[in-house]
């Protein structure tokens, strides 16, 4: 599907515009060079199911999946557009309680929504309601932080346990009957990277949505031609999620999260940016997770429990549909 | 449901961000003030169908629809971001044939394509595809053209004949076997409004999307306070166009054009303005189609050809369902 899609993208002729980040990055957003600044655009289409899952709803998810890409672009998230897209008969009070959420979100983040859509399909033309967000933020120029930024040396910081989102949704879908009280840990990172970056050592930033931590270490290792060492002590995951992944065969490593972001960070300044990370109230679990290294570059590797090193693949997509 | 959207719009706390035009204005796009600039920013859900119809796609209108917001704004269209959802199974090489149209539409309308994101949902759970789409635009600081700058003494300018999209797409839904070659206007509008811009009398802008003429010209003497006089014998409506409209019971200029704008032009700057745009591709039918009056503010009226003059009210959304 990858290559499909790199495929369609090369029908757009031009792909990057002012100078800035354009789509052949595969970055968390695109940028444009207007003077002094760098304004960083992201788009993404939400379409998870359930709408309302343990712990937040498809509104808080569709602000907090911009803001978040914006802030992994070292980017101060400021505007939300959106595109609404409703089944015909969709309930107005459903319809209420999304937007509230969307607006509880985009406070909590600091972000104004200043334009959107609103479309009606027919009955059985979509299930229920889609929504997509774009998310406009500003860097000062040349200083957005790009997944190619990451060097030998560098340490890798997690701000936050993983695998919470995907497994509340399976929680959420009845069929699982999973027994577990996981919520989702869909929540707005700007303040936690905003202290981070004050730090000054940030050399790489990603939220590991889609594919989970293995698809957004990957994407750094490929991009920063290095290679990343986790080590499996010091992965941050919930014992509800472990229990919960292996009961459904799934790698917690490649459930999606959507409060959590990974930074790759210059040695010197490490324990510095952890500590300024742990002082923001979504940073407070946050922990030293691995290191970055010159070899075997490309590669993310986790050292096992009894010694061993094994290869973390970029995983296909994302195990668990309509997560996102 | 206009109420009901204002409803929600009011969930969001925040509604405009550094200085821009904000949600609550309703015009074509939003803004943010940055350095020297204002950047435009404008989104839509497009759940067109059929997805090919006469004169464009679905592809086409998502991007031509960003552009002219832009365009209507009075910003120059810089770069598209898109969401493009697709039903699981749908056809890759109409993937293929749809995102070539959108590389042909803004390679025409000079705008890249820097950001995007692809999503599957179930079999059933969506009719085939909807693609949203974010357009990013430039004008100079506080040089943005809104719905409300319009004064008494004005002149209207059509930049071409009304109605043909939703005709286009009306015939094209077999069920109406509506024997009729019109096709779509859709297509790209920078480039006209440059050249009407660059004469320096325009004092609002729209293209009359969803609600057709009515709609847009509605909303811009609710929001100027100025009553707009049309004159029936000026309405630039193509013969085929008047004829389906009258079998089918649909008001021409109810109807969605997706590649026409609508201009208001201080008095000494229209005759100019129009052989600007006449001098354009895509404005050579453009024609003078009313004036601006101080009384009656809010409203839009039409003399007819016996000489009677009738309120055009806007109308309630759009006579013809998925036509953008």
């Known amino acids: 599907m990858d290559d499909a899609i ?9 792909r990057r515009a002012l100078g800035g980040v354009g789509i052949d990055e595969f970055d968390d957003g695109a940028s444009l060079k207007i003077g002094e600044w760098e304004l960083v655009a992201t788009m993404d289409g939400h379409t998870v199911s359930p709408l309302f899952f343990p712990g937040g709803d498809i509104g808080r998810l569709a602000i907090c999946g911009s803001v978040n890409d914006l802030a992994m672009m070292g980017a101060k998230p400021i505007a939300i557009l959106d ?24 406070e909590e983040a600091g972000v104004a929504v200043i334009g959107g859509d609103f479309k009606v399909m027919p009955k059985n033309a979509i299930d229920k309601i889609t929504i997509a967000t774009c ?11 790009l997944d190619s930024g990451t060097r030998p040396g560098d340490k890798v910081i997690a701000t936050g346990s993983i695998g919470e989102h995907g497994i ?23 303040a936690t990277v905003e202290a981070a970056l004050a730090v000054g050592g940030i050399t790489s930033m990603k939220d590991p949505t ?13 991009k920063s031609k290095v290679s990343i060492w986790l ?28 409060g959590v972001a990974v930074m790759c960070v210059s040695e010197d300044r490490a324990e510095e ?36 090193t094994r290869i973390v693949d970029k995983p296909m997509g994302e195990p668990i549909p309509r997560v996102c």
Chains 1, 2 share one sequence.
């Open 6 to 14: 790199k495929g369609f993208i090369s029908n757009f002729s031009v």
């Open 83 to 106: 595109s609404i897209i409703v089944e015909e008969g969709f309930s107005f009070s459903d319809l209420d309680k999304i937007t509230r959420s969307m607006g509880a979100a985009a």
């Open 135 to 145: 998310g406009l933020g500003l860097a000062e120029k040349g200083k957005v932080i």
């Open 168 to 190: 509340a949704l399976l929680s959420a879908r009845e069929q699982f009957n999973l027994d577990t009280d996981i919520k989702s840990d869909v929540r707005p990172l700007w």
């Open 210 to 222: 889609r594919g989970g931590l293995a698809s957004a270490l990957n994407d750094i290792a490929a």
């Open 231 to 258: 080590d499996h002590s010091r992965l941050p995951i919930k014992k509800a999620v472990s229990a919960a992944s292996e009961m459904l065969g799934l790698n917690p490593l490649e459930i999606t999260c959507e």
């Open 273 to 308: 940016t952890l500590e300024a990370v742990r002082n923001t109230p979504y940073g407070r679990e946050a922990s030293l997770i691995g290191e970055v290294r010159g070899d075997r570059p490309g590669y993310v590797l986790l050292k096992t429990e009894v010694g061993g």
